[in-house]
Structure formats: C-alpha cells, structure tokens
C-alpha cells in the first residue's frame, strides 16, 4: 500500500509559476513509476507528465517546455515545477504511482486527493 498526499497547489496569475509536490509513504517509492494527472471542470482527467524509477521522462505535448517533472526519492517526494502557466491548466492536480507496464502502458494504482491549480487571465 502506498498512500500519497499533493501540496503546493494555489491561484496564480497567467505566466506565473507553482511547484507541486507529491509526498509518498508505504511501501518503497523509489522503485514506482510516477504521474501526474489533472482534470478540469468538466473535462475527463488527463495525462501530464511521468518519470521513471530511472528518471526518465515523458510529457504530454501542452506542457513540454514549461512544466518539469522530477524527483527525490531521499525524501519520497516527487515534484511538478510548473512554469509560463496558462488558464488553460487550470484543474485539480493528481500524483499517482505505478508498478505494473500492461501492453505498453503504466498501470497507476495509488493516487491521491488531488489539489487545486486555479490559472487567472
């Protein structure tokens, strides 16, 4: 089991920038894979970036550039640096972790509360 808990959300004015943190407890984070995930009012929740036990790194296309996802597995801590925001990422923010590749795909089974990222114009 493994629970995690995101903090750093808040209001930030269009080209501002937030740091979200994903803190991780349980069993050992350093072997996950993690995401992150967002879902807008009214929108299906989406994929935004992961990074491997390896540290590598993937990022859907609307965010390439400006956001970083990374890690610190010392502190069981994983980070989204987000920078140049945008109304458009407005959304609740998710972190979850994965231990399982099915068919090409990570399979996400722990995730947390989510926390609000609210972009004004």
């Known amino acids: 089991q493994v629970q995690l808990v995101e903090s750093g959300g808040g209001l930030v004015q269009a080209g501002g920038s937030l740091r979200l943190s994903c803190a991780a407890s349980?069993?050992?984070?350093?072997?996950?894979?993690m995401g992150w995930f967002r879902q807008a009012p009214g929108k299906e929740r989406e994929f935004v970036a992961r990074?491997?036990?390896?540290?590598?790194?993937y990022y859907t296309d609307s965010v390439k550039g400006r956001f970083t996802i990374s890690r610190d597995n010392a502190k069981n801590t994983g980070y989204l640096q987000m920078n140049s925001l945008k109304p458009e990422d407005t959304a609740v923010y998710y972190c979850?972790?994965?231990?399982?590749?099915?068919?090409?795909?990570?399979?996400?089974?722990?995730w947390g509360q989510g926390t609000q990222v609210t972009v004004s114009s």
């Open positions: 979850a972790v994965s231990s399982r590749l099915v068919g090409g795909n990570w399979q996400y089974d722990y």
């Open positions: 349980g069993r050992t984070f350093s072997s996950y894979t």
């Open positions: 990074i491997s036990w390896s540290r590598s790194t």
